[in-house]
């Protein structure tokens, strides 16, 4: 379904910390068992003072229904907006955070989801250097029973998870996440993948900011055959302090405004 476009997206800013003048570029691979697993990307994020602006280089065909690869995802933290700019076709898309949120909600109308048997086993490994930062080096297993339904169609999925984070609390010019976002209630719509994503965020603020994320995706059918075998590396590769003007993180003026429904390829 198309409107899983904006699960991936609600997700990505839910992740993302706030800095005060960082940037940084984050390469992510996936790797799977079918060819249509296969892709590559290029992240380049600029933060400060509560704005983030992502930029996506060398996506592949399969992810550019969501990741704009002529333009940019630009999140306004005082506004609660974020706009997709379109710098091919001129255009901007302004989306509210409770629009999404919003949208995730209809589409937990439609779909069913529910998760079940679920063990996590979290491992504490040596620390290690990525990037001469001094890293927290975890691996979290994760074992569950996902349950969809779709009007009349019915999926069952038995899903391991192994996800080997190396992340450090002394990146500099760190600061909490966003207030807004920390403030907020986000839900997506799917109760019980609320709660892992929730897990998932009191994890990732403890151990700090993840510079390298290695995840192991493995589903199973009722039967115990393999259907879906995937590993996504993401790696940053560059980090460091800078300042920006203000005009940087403004929305450019001359583009077009487009409404989501509007834009095809965002969505």
Not at 124 to 147: G, P, Q, W
Not at 191 to 212: A, S, T
């Amino acid at each position: 379904m198309k409107k899983f476009g904006y699960l991936s997206i609600l997700i990505v800013f839910l992740t993302v910390s706030s800095f005060a003048g960082v940037e940084w570029i984050s390469k992510i691979t996936t790797t799977g068992n079918k060819k249509s697993m296969h892709s590559e990307m290029t992240s380049q994020v600029y933060a400060q003072d509560g704005d983030v602006k992502q930029v996506f280089k060398n996506v592949s065909k399969s992810k550019r229904n969501v990741y704009v690869e002529e333009g940019y995802w630009l999140y306004k933290g005082h506004e609660k907006m974020m706009y997709i700019v379109n710098d091919k076709e001129k255009t901007v898309t302004p989306v509210s955070l409770d629009y999404l949120l919003q949208m995730m909600g209809v589409v937990g109308q439609l779909v069913q989801i529910s998760i079940s048997d679920q063990q996590v086993k979290v491992e504490e490994l040596a620390k290690e250097k990525v990037l001469d930062f001094m890293c927290n080096h975890i691996r979290v297993i994760s074992d569950y029973t996902m349950k969809m339904q779709i009007t009349i169609i019915k999926k069952t999925m038995m899903i391991n998870e192994v996800k080997e984070i190396w992340a450090s609390p002394d990146i500099e010019h760190l600061k909490e996440i966003n207030q807004a976002f920390l403030n907020k209630d986000f839900r997506t719509g799917f109760e019980d993948l609320d709660k892992m994503i929730k897990k998932e965020m009191k994890l990732m603020k403890k151990i700090g900011f993840p510079l390298k994320i290695i995840t192991r995706n493995i589903q199973k059918n009722k039967k115990g055959k393999v259907k879906s075998d995937s590993t996504t590396t993401m790696e940053v590769i560059k980090i460091n302090p800078k300042s920006f003007p203000k005009s940087f993180f403004e929305v450019p003026k001359d583009y077009q405004e487009v409404e989501v429904s509007e834009s095809p390829r965002i969505f």
